[in-house]
């Protein structure tokens, strides 16, 4: 196990997640627990989103997906995670005098996952995963913003997942459905990225040609009817919900525009590739609606602050220091 | 207003605030705090004894054995605690720890148990774009290495956490050696508590922060019923939440920060030009030189010191400390209240 000097590490020995008895030996148990799917297959969890949560950055949101089952009190084994990620937007700042001249704002994104983020522990250096979600969400965001209008400058985006979605059940970890591929908790993390990127940049006041908001829709198959041939389209897929998602895509979207500026997709989509991306972009419609109205929120009371600051200000103006020479 | 003779002069600058505050940040300061000698009123707008509310919610994260989210003004903070097993056979070298007692009694000494096996991992991150200047990317800054050291020092130091919640104790059924004989109870694996403090904003006072969140997650924390299962030969843990058992914590630290603001004076003849600000927001630990950390435990009643950091300067001698403390008392009832409000 490799040390890092400069943080506290665990004990040389390693440790091991608990294992609840009751998993192991009552395998009707375990699946009592199994989560599904309560929503149309069209329907979007519910989005909540903030902005300007951190004073100290130029434009920053927080995001949170709540799980739609309901929260379990008779276990101690944790429910399915809902997903938490925080954005914070630092600049456009000018380049350090070292830095060759660059025409066009340059963008820095870093995603990474808490610790306590996922239900296997994660550490605090950067993993690959973490680095690959980067260079999606850069990509996402480059067709976006207009760079041209802050030459000499860099901005730094930096995303915090407290709590992302997961893979699949975990029930079903390592007995089946891994050889169908994984990941498609990170299609999720990864819209829900976008999008609270994109409020955050809005709310630092990058000009941008569009609000672009992420999505994501998925192909799962539907086991209820008896014939496990049947397949279905649904928007935003909650891994843990669907026993098994044969392919999923996630995109990034400018509605207005009609433009998508990144897509991921994976697993076996076969011929419907088409139908996949745009019920992506239909997903995508529905969190910019949010987005929309939690901006022009934030707008008109940063006006109604500024109105009141100012009227304030006329009577405060006598007590108030201020500097002269 | 101009006269004949002002007009002489260069016209009269006029900043507005944030401009003042960014261009010479200290005399702007000063400039907030003399203008009212008898109620020093800060830039922020607090008095110079007043401390920011405190804002404690736990349990909100799925993952985690014992969670919290504390927000002290602008500063926030995410704390984790999670829990995981380590078994005693893969503890290195041999310890030379006194037997658990299973009377229920309190150990007089089982820090260095906590202390030598690691049973505790406290970690910081900073560079979350909380702040502009830690960045991710680089390798964590010294002043956060220096946090995590804090705060590891202070848990130890302090013997919040007893050893004997974290061991899972093991009786075997029949003595090996002896079948005669009363079997004994033998430490089989111990909890590691993963203590992880995330920021999401830093406005100041970031060790008070840290210290109140951590102590909200392990308050909160639940233990699963875990015991060594001899068909599995390891360690299982029930999942039923009756069963689940809480940290008993020794007392309840608290820290409270104070930044020591020194004026410069225009005129030599002028005296008493410190203030003592007790809970620094970023913008006055920019400022401030010296600054005073004081823990104070009043869970037993009396306000007893359990740890004072000073640094930076020599302006709070031992009148100023007597009156430090006694802040940090007041502000510890209050903390207590909403630490017990969270659930």
Known sequence: MNTDRRRNNAPAGGTTAPVFARTIREPGYLQSLRPSRSRGLNELRRIFLQTSIIPSASGSAYLEIPSSSAPVTLTLIPPTSSLKITASVQGPKPLPRSAPFSPSLLLTTTVKFAPFATRNRRGYIRDTTERDLGVHLETALRGVIIGERWPKSGVEVVVTILEGDEDGWWGDSGSEGSASGSGWGLLNVLAGCITVVSAAITDAGIDCVDVVTGGVAAIARTSDSGNSKVVARLLDPCPAEHKEIVAACAVAYLASRDEITEIWMKGDCGQDTDALTEGATHSAVGSLAVVKEVLLEALQAKFQGQLEASEGSLKRKVGDVDMTG | ?343
């Open chain 2, 1 to 343: 207003m101009a006269t004949a003779s002002l007009q002489q002069q260069p016209p009269s600058l006029t900043f507005p605030r944030p401009i003042f505050a960014a261009v010479s940040p200290h005399p702007f300061l000063q400039a907030h705090l003399s203008a009212n000698k008898k109620i020093p009123v800060r830039a922020n707008g607090r008095s110079a004894y007043e401390f920011r509310r405190s804002g404690i919610n736990t349990g909100s994260l799925t993952h985690a054995n014992g969670s919290a989210v504390v927000r002290l003004g602008n500063t926030s903070v995410v704390c984790g605690v999670r829990a995981e097993i380590l078994m005693e056979e893969d503890v290195p070298g041999t310890n030379d720890f006194p037997p658990p007692r299973t009377d229920g009694e309190d150990e007089e000494d089982d820090t260095q148990e906590i202390d030598t096996l690691r049973l505790i991992v406290p970690n910081i991150e900073l560079s979350t774009g909380s702040t502009p200047s830690h960045i991710p990317g680089n390798a964590p800054s010294t002043f956060q290495q220096s946090l995590i050291t804090r705060i590891r020092s202070l848990l130890l130091s302090t013997r919040l956490l007893r050893a004997a919640d974290l061991r899972i104790l093991y009786k075997p059924s029949s003595n090996p050696e002896d079948p005669d004989e009363e079997p004994e109870t033998i430490v089989k694996a111990y909890w590691v508590l993963y203590i992880d403090v995330f920021f999401i904003s830093i406005d100041g006072s970031e060790f008070d922060a840290a210290f109140l969140s951590i102590l909200a997650a392990l308050r909160d924390t639940r233990l699963p019923y875990a015991y060594f299962d001899e068909e599995y030969e390891g360690i299982l843990c029930s999942d039923a939440p009756s069963e689940a058992k809480r940290l008993r914590l020794r007392g309840l630290p608290i820290p409270s920060t104070f930044a020591v603001f020194e004026g410069k004076s225009e005129d030599a003849g002028e005296q008493d030009f410190e203030w003592v600000l007790s809970d620094p927001d970023a913008f006055e630990e920019g400022v401030c030189r010296e600054s005073v950390c004081v823990v104070v435990d009043g869970s037993r009643g009396d306000v007893v010191v359990r740890r004072i950091e000073k640094s930076g300067g020599g302006v709070v001698g031992r009148e100023h400390l007597r009156g430090v403390v006694g802040m940090a008392g007041k502000r510890w009832s209050e903390v207590e209240k909403a630490l017990s409000g969270s659930g």
